[in-house]
């Protein structure tokens, strides 16, 4: 089967990967791709928002199933005009994409489902805003009402950081907001797989969202992520996929616009009982590339079987009982702007010691492989536990020769202080 990927990151990376070790796959596809995926794909130059270059090109390689990477595409609807073409496609379409593309379409499903999340009011203005930030007091969360590749959240401690958050975000014009209450906990995240009726537990794992050690310093999109995450216990686990994903998928169903790919629910694991924090209408990242390094069994056909609606039949997915974790080589200056162009050597070295190094943001440069985005690499690897990875993980950064490159020392910090 010829298999088309969609995406750039390293999240795309892991699922080239993995997809690739796919005895039924013919040939993969990646647009537009990058170095690293070109190790596991030929690339292609495709306009993802002319969803009818995109239909036109499945139809020319014959292509068996779409697999979409990244949120943008899919909030856009590309999924939807793939199904309409009659092409498979893994990933929701345009209306249940909303769970990511908009916070306000997520807290107001809450409400009728009753989902258990913070208390929320969604504001369009900045009076709005200073109004809630009033009911709530501090600390509280700001999060801009759309797409912000995981960044778009300030988590307030003081009233005066609360407001200049919101005065940010309402310096764009129609801009809008969700202000939820602060939760007390600890965060993880489960990801569900889902043909819109049947559903199953796709491992969970824990990011690393600031960007210094000791969770200080500015959000990220995230700097380093382990799985599983062992404080998601099997039975918070089941609370949450009975009490959060299941009236999720059975309310989009039931209103006409079920839901076909993964559900990533980042979750709060407070005093009550599981809570959900967001929702992602695609893979984590750098949460993928931990899942698909312990997945011990073949991706495609579980994709295949979701674009096709028989969840329900297909073998459950398998994976290691060893622990992965991610650490991710920002280039200096990142979240802020990142300082592009930087030369990145040794990448085999770092892979001979057992690591996979993911590209998230890198282009070859005249032969060279450099540095084209904030988050450019993903060192991963396994061990037996969180501070075998972390080991592991770190051993292999250390062989990658990146000078203008930084990272975290401590993921999977939490973690291994219980294990200790």
């Keep these: 089967m010829n298999v088309l990927l969609i995406g750039s990151g390293g999240r795309e990376h892991g699922l080239a990967w993995k997809l690739a070790q796919s005895p039924l796959l013919t040939k993969l596809y990646a647009a537009p791709g990058n170095p690293g995926i070109a190790q596991s794909a030929e ?4 306009d993802v928002t002319d969803h009818a270059a995109v239909i036109d090109f499945c139809g ?85 009402d759309g797409l912000a590749a995981g960044k778009g959240v300030t988590v307030a401690m003081t009233e005066a950081e609360a407001d200049a958050a919101v005065v940010a975000l309402f310096t ?13 906990g600890e965060e993880a995240s489960l990801f569900v797989l889902t043909d819109g009726k049947a559903m199953v537990a796709f491992g969970s794992a ?60 980042g979750l709060m694991l407070t005093a009550d009982g599981p809570k959900l924090i967001e929702y992602n209408a695609r893979f984590g990242d750098p949460e993928c590339q931990v899942l698909m390094m312990r997945l011990d069994s073949d991706l495609l056909p579980l994709l295949l079987a979701i674009a096709e609606g028989r969840l329900a039949e297909a073998p459950a997915p398998v994976f290691s009982d060893e622990v992965a974790l991610t650490v991710v080589m920002a280039a200096t200056g990142y979240p802020g702007t990142p300082e592009t162009g930087g030369a990145i050597g040794a990448i085999a070295a770092a892979e001979a010691t057992g690591a996979k190094v993911f590209h998230a943001g890198t282009r070859l440069t005249d032969g060279q492989l450099v540095a084209s985005g904030g988050r450019v690499l993903n060192v991963t690897a396994r061990g037996a536990d969180v501070g075998a990875a972390q080991v592991a993980a770190y051993r292999a950064v250390d062989a990658i020769d990146f000078p203008s490159g930084f990272c ?10 219980r294990e200790g």
């Design 43 to 46: 690339l292609v130059s495709l």
């Design 172 to 184: 764009e014009p129609g801009a809008s907001a969700v202000i939820e209450e602060f939760l007390e």
């Design 206 to 265: 824990q990011d690393h969202k600031r960007v210094g050690d000791g969770d200080t310093g500015p959000n990220t999109g995230g700097m380093g992520a382990y799985s599983p995450a062992a404080v998601l216990t099997p039975d918070l686990e089941r609370r949450a996929l009975d009490e959060i994903v299941a009236p999720t998928v059975a309310t989009l169903a039931a209103e006409g616009t079920p839901y076909s790919g993964v559900l990533y629910a």
């Design 408 to 417: 975290r020392r401590d993921i999977g910090w939490r973690e291994i202080a």
């Design 60 to 144: 020319e390689k014959t292509i068996g199933l779409v697999v979409v990477g990244p949120e943008a595409p899919l909030v856009d609807g590309l999924a939807e005009s793939l199904r309409a073409a009659g092409i498979r496609v893994f990933g929701p379409d345009k209306a249940p994409a909303q769970l990511e593309g908009s916070k306000a379409f997520t807290k107001a499903l809450c409400d009728r489902a009753g989902i258990p999340t913070a208390g929320y009011r969604a504001v369009h203005s900045l009076d709005e805003a200073r109004a809630a930030l009033a009911a709530f007091g501090a600390p509280v969360v700001v999060k801009a």
